[in-house]
């Protein structure tokens, strides 16, 4: 599976929008992109993936570059709740596992 | 959404004994689940891929023999450590995939303390 590399922390005032970039310049054509969350002591939570077309969901939305060398989760309106480490991962579909990388920790503040 | 679930949520034991960690998939079946092993303020790493009626496949470093693993059910798998000594202690979580895209559903992770 391809690497990504993340920036290791992030700050975000509450009420704005979190922009966490990812890049994955090693993509292979049938990998796709995964973003995933950890609040602390907690299991991880899905939040969204794509391919190659720009997605959306109730939690957040997934920008890959047209290259799709890399990609950024955006968070439009962070609260506190969303304080959590942010992992992007790449892979292919099919019943595997997840590869974490070291992922951002994201703080939301007042 | 799908519920993975793992029991217990903490365990504390004593150097020596063994403890197992359940993980069961609520509301789906599945096939294959997946290990992981999280220390303090590290990332998580997968430990093993448990195939329901097969041997588990073990990551390279981590002794089949003293993390045991039995997926008996297409709901259940079972994750034992032997002879748990204090470097074993972790948060231990396990994922399922359910649906066309196989997204991983997590559970909820088991710290475990060896004294």
């Known amino acids: 599976d391809a690497k990504t590399t993340q920036p290791p922390s992030m700050d975000c005032a509450e009420g704005r929008a979190a922009n966490l970039p990812c890049n994955h310049s090693?993509?292979?054509?049938?990998?796709?992109v995964y973003w995933y969350r950890q609040i602390h002591s907690q299991g991880p939570q899905y939040i969204i993936h794509g391919l190659k077309n720009n997605e959306t969901n109730e939690m957040a939305s997934l920008i890959i570059t047209e290259d799709r060398k890399s990609s950024t989760l955006i968070l439009p309106h962070a609260t506190l709740r969303d304080t959590a480490v942010y992992y992007c991962i790449v892979r292919v579909l099919g019943n595997n596992d997840m590869r974490f990388g070291a992922g951002t920790r994201l703080t939301v503040k007042p | 959404g799908a519920v993975v679930s793992q029991h217990p949520s903490w365990v504390i034991c004593k150097s020596g004994t063994s403890v197992k960690i359940e993980c069961r998939s609520l509301d789906f079946q599945a096939t294959t689940m997946f290990w992981y092993r999280q220390f303090p303020k590290q990332s998580l790493m997968l430990m093993a891929t448990?195939?329901?009626?097969?041997?588990?496949?073990?990551e390279q470093g981590v002794e089949k023999d003293k993390f045991l693993i039995n997926h008996a059910s297409l709901t259940l798998s079972t994750l034992t450590v032997t002879s748990a000594h204090p470097e074993d202690s972790s948060f231990y979580i396990c994922?399922?995939?359910?649906?066309?895209?196989?997204?991983?559903?997590f559970g909820p992770g088991t710290r475990l303390t060896v004294t």
């Open positions: 994922s399922a995939g359910q649906g066309a895209d196989y997204e991983q559903y």
């Open positions: 090693t993509i292979s054509g049938n990998e796709y």
């Open positions: 448990s195939n329901e009626g097969s041997k588990a496949t073990y």
